[in-house]
């Protein structure tokens, strides 16, 4: 186990800079998820801690020590990617034991960190089959067993559950957080989904165009998004936003005067409201429905307040029809406020 430390990392291809001056600080065990969209510089800057890619300017520090020019081999450090890269005509076990022996291990301690490895993974049946006779799941299961065995200081994680199912990615997901508690490896884990990040991360570093948006623990993000980047990619269905002004009538916005929390009342603002944060009030704002979608525990609803598109999600089970209205209230509590200069967080 150790701690990773990023100070003022940068990475450019020629004139164009990709990684612009990012610092992180990753303690010792603890399970960190990049997240962003296609293009933020997730992948870039987890290669460049597994020594894949060069560092153009700043450090990356593995428990203290500079590893800039290390080579990936000598960084203790063990990777898993979004294609499992097994070797077809390997077992699982060979596999698994393949670094193992390149290294010079004995023939007895690699089959016990094999075995081992296996154990905590549910792999044990399979470890004489070849990777044609394992399921997507069992495939990622044997790429993880790979670098388990190695007992490496720091877990890197890319996008590895992008090619299972939605089924199976929430069974992958939950026995690799699973894993991370049993072992307490320090870990950075690289995904596009909010819903990885969120379930697993103590945690979650949020990138844009190779800048840090924000990085805290998941409900934090969730709850203090620090500008509407964040607040639009934290959260599923994402939050709804409202340009307009605020005044001591509240926020006036084209068509709708919304409420407002306690705190500033002028400028031009931006309004945020998660869609789990609307209720359904006798007497509120005037929604006119444009679709209701039921989904059993809860009915996510596509509304029109004043000349804007929202989404609700209401735990009761709507009835209106496109085209009736409904009173609804935003949670005041529940109200993020953006500056529409700016972009920061106002309250």
């Known amino acids: 186990m150790a701690p990773v430390t990023l100070r003022s990392v940068k990475k450019s291809y020629g004139a164009f800079a990709t990684i612009h001056g990012v610092d992180i600080d990753i303690a010792d065990g603890e399970f960190v998820v990049l997240v962003g969209p296609s293009g933020c510089g997730k992948s ?37 990617f979004q294609n499992y ?28 960190r ?13 470890l004489e089959r070849f990777p044609r006779q394992l399921s997507g799941g069992q495939r990622q299961r044997v790429a993880m067993g790979r670098a ?27 026995e690799i957080k699973g894993l991370h508690q049993r072992l ?25 165009a190779g800048r840090v948006e924000q990085c ?8 203090r998004p620090a500008n509407p980047f964040v607040a639009g990619f934290i959260g599923s269905p994402a939050m709804n936003f409202i340009e307009g002004r605020l005044t001591a009538n509240g926020f006036e916005a084209d068509g ?18 998660r869609p789990e944060h609307f209720e359904l009030a006798n007497h509120g704002l005037t929604a006119t429905v444009l679709l209701v979608e039921p989904m059993g525990s809860e009915t996510q609803v596509t509304m029109m307040l004043g000349r804007h598109k929202v989404i609700g999600i209401f735990r009761e089970r709507v009835q209106a029809q496109p ?24 309250n």
Do not use: C
């Open 44 to 80: 870039t800057l987890l290669r460049m801690i597994a020594g894949l890619e060069t560092v153009t300017s700043g450090d990356i520090s593995i428990s203290g020590r500079v590893v800039n020019e290390i080579e990936p081999k000598d960084r203790d450090i063990a990777m898993v």
């Open 85 to 112: 890269a097994l070797y077809p005509h390997m077992s699982v076990a060979r596999n698994m034991a393949f670094s193992l022996e390149h290294r010079g291990g004995s023939k007895a301690e690699i089959t016990e």
């Open 114 to 126: 094999v075995n081992w490895a296996a154990d905590i993974l549910g792999l044990t049946p399979l």
């Open 148 to 174: 388990i065995v190695r007992n490496p200081q720091v877990f890197l994680f890319d996008e590895p559950l992008s090619n299972l199912d939605a089924k199976l990615r929430v069974v992958m997901r939950g």
């Open 184 to 208: 307490g490896v320090t870990t950075v884990y690289v995904t596009h989904d909010q819903v990885e990040a969120m379930t697993m991360a103590d945690k979650i570093v949020v990138m844009n």
């Open 216 to 223: 805290g623990a998941p409900l934090e993000l969730y709850d």
């Open 256 to 273: 709708v005067v919304l409420p407002l929390p306690p705190g500033p009342v002028s400028g031009d603002a931006i309004y945020g409201i």
């Open 323 to 346: 085209g009736a209205t409904i009173q609804v209230q935003p949670d005041l509590a529940s109200i993020h406020l953006f500056d529409a200069r700016t972009s920061q967080r106002l």
